[in-house]
């Protein structure tokens, strides 16, 4: 399997209602300076918008370099009972640039959401999490790591992983 999050959102806990307007305003603050180091953001497909208001926030990589995979999607809160998604979701990113972005939103919906938001990840905490997915000095954005980027942008973060089953996704 390549390298992969999986993440699972309780969108119907009240609690993830309240903190929406929050968290995807965190996750717009992240794709601006994810893109701010080079790095493209496209949407779903690899091409196209990346917010939509009614669905959530839906990205993938650059599909015109090769940079795109799976795509990311954090759903808005469901309003009518509980969607159809599955239980468990992923993002296969295969280290690709846009990896960072997934990757910090998803640490930001967890540190914001502990009991709402579980997160894996094939990604060790303190390498890949702490240094880069796709480490390269060729790469844009590469020597920036997930860790790095929440501490930047909200502030000091704890150093313990927050890694609900480390081997989850392997």
Known sequence: MGYTHAFEINDTDPAYAAAWPGL???AR???TAVRALGIVIAGP???GDVVDDDDGIRFNGD????????????PTPAT???RTLPPRSYCKTNRNPYDLAVAGILLRARLLLPG????HSNGSWDEEWARGAYPHPSIP?????PRQLITDLFGPIPDVSPFDEPDYCF
């Open 24 to 26: 995807a305003t965190d």
């Open 29 to 31: 603050q992240i794709l």
């Open 45 to 47: 497909l690899g091409t």
């Open 63 to 74: 599909a015109e370099t090769d940079d795109d995979c799976e795509t990311f999607w954090l």
């Open 80 to 82: 009518t009972g509980p």
């Open 116 to 119: 709402v938001v579980q997160l």
């Open 141 to 145: 954005g590469s020597d920036v790591a």
